[in-house]
Structure formats: structure tokens, C-alpha cells
């Protein structure tokens, strides 16, 4: 069951095209989050097989993050923070995961954008509060376009080397199941970087909350 959807998920990844790789990744960078993790390492597997291009996929998704990054950014600049902050919760954006991006803008500024591309959790949210702040727009691109870049072509690099040496990964599940054989420490030490980084995102959102409880009373 599980080799027939991962094979299935794959070739709808192929018959999607370049497109199908913006458009996910869009999505991917709004309040609606697919997993990049889903959508990029398929595309870089058929980058192997010779049927995308290695650097198509990375663009594609690249500018597919930026797009629905972009999106998010003028829907919060044209909304605002209060009613955002009120009905946010219909539309997977929690008070709590708003004022967590929103601390993080506050503190990192631009920069924040470029790293909050490489971190679960602030990815799909950051460009929300920059929005509202009203951050100059073509900084907001430049940081969100670098960023994006930099995690796609991690995400690229992964499918590209650790999926792509079996051919038949599709057709037989003892492909699958070799693959996971001999990468086993990649998709462990994948595994564990992504908790990593998601331990440090609540590590870094616990520590902005104590800084902005610390420094609201001398407002």
C-alpha cells in the first residue's frame, strides 16, 4: 500500500511538470502548508532519470515559494494585523504562531526572512507580519528568493542522491525498500534535522516571548 502511493504521488509529480512544482510549492508558502519535502525530492528524482533538469526543479520551486510567499505578503499589507490577528484561526494562522512570526520579524527584520525560509513552522508564516509591517517589497523578495533558493537545493540535492540511484524505485518495492536499506542513516539524520530545527524554532519563539513580556511594561 504504501510503495503504490509513493509511486503514485511520484508520477503525478511527473505529469505535473515544472508547474505543478510552482504551483505546490505556492501553496507550500501560504497558510496552507504542503510539505516541500513532499514535492521537491520527486521532482529532483526525475531530474535523474533525465526527464526534468536538476536546476528546473530548484527554479520552479524557488519561485514557486516566492510567489506564494508574495501572495501572503499583500493579503496581509491589504488586510491588517487586527482583523488577521481576529479571524487568523479559520485559515490555520493561530494568535499564537501569528505573534511567534511576527516577534521574529520584529527582531530579525530581513534577515529573519532569509532564515525563516529554512525553518519549519515561520516558513509558511513569516510573510504575513511583513506584510503588515509594510516591509519595503523588493527587500522582502530579494530575502525570501535567497532563502527559498538555498532550502530548495538542499531539498533537491537529497532527491537527486539518495532517491535517484534505484531506477525501478516505482516499479518494485524491494527497490524502495533497498533504497531505504542502504541511505537509512540519510533519511535518519533528515529526520533529525528537521526536529532540530523545530526544537530551535520553539527554543528561539519561547525566547522572544520572554523579551517581549520583559520589555512590554516600560512601554
Given at each position: 500500500m504504501f510503495?503504490?502511493?509513493f509511486a503514485l504521488w511520484f508520477r503525478l509529480t511527473l505529469e505535473w511538470g515544472y508547474w505543478g512544482v510552482f504551483t505546490l510549492m505556492a501553496i507550500e508558502s501560504t497558510v496552507f502548508p504542503i510539505p516541500s519535502e513532499l514535492v521537491v525530492p520527486p521532482a529532483a528524482y526525475w531530474a535523474e532519470q533525465g526527464r526534468f533538469h536538476f536546476w528546473g526543479v530548484v527554479a520552479a520551486a524557488t519561485l514557486g515559494s516566492w510567489a506564494g510567499s508574495a501572495v501572503s505578503y499583500w493579503v496581509a499589507r491589504r488586510v491588517g494585523r487586527p482583523l488577521l490577528l481576529r479571524?487568523?484561526?479559520?485559515?490555520f494562522v493561530p494568535e499564537s504562531k501569528w505573534l511567534?512570526?511576527?516577534r521574529w520579524i520584529n527582531r530579525?527584520?530581513?534577515?529573519?526572512?532569509?532564515?525563516?525560509?529554512?525553518l519549519p513552522v515561520v516558513r509558511h508564516l513569516v510573510s504575513l507580519p511583513a506584510g503588515a509591517a509594510r516591509m519595503p517589497f523588493p527587500r522582502f523578495t530579494v530575502m525570501t528568493l535567497l532563502g527559498s533558493c538555498v532550502w530548495c537545493t538542499v531539498l533537491a540535492w537529497f532527491g537527486a542522491k539518495v532517491l535517484a540511484d534505484q531506477p525501478r524505485l516505482l516499479e518494485d518495492p524491494e527497490a524502495l525498500a533497498r533504497v531505504?536499506?542502504?541511505k537509512l542513516l540519510w533519511f535518519v539524520a533528515a529526520a533529525t534535522v528537521l526536529l532540530a530545527l523545530t526544537v530551535l524554532v520553539e527554543a528561539i519563539g519561547r525566547r522572544l516571548k520572554r523579551k517581549?513580556?520583559?520589555?512590554?511594561p516600560s512601554r
Open positions: 510503495h503504490s502511493l479571524y487568523g484561526k479559520f485559515v511567534l512570526a511576527e530579525y527584520s530581513a534577515t529573519g526572512i532569509f532564515f525563516a525560509r529554512l531505504v536499506r542502504a517581549h513580556a520583559e520589555t512590554e
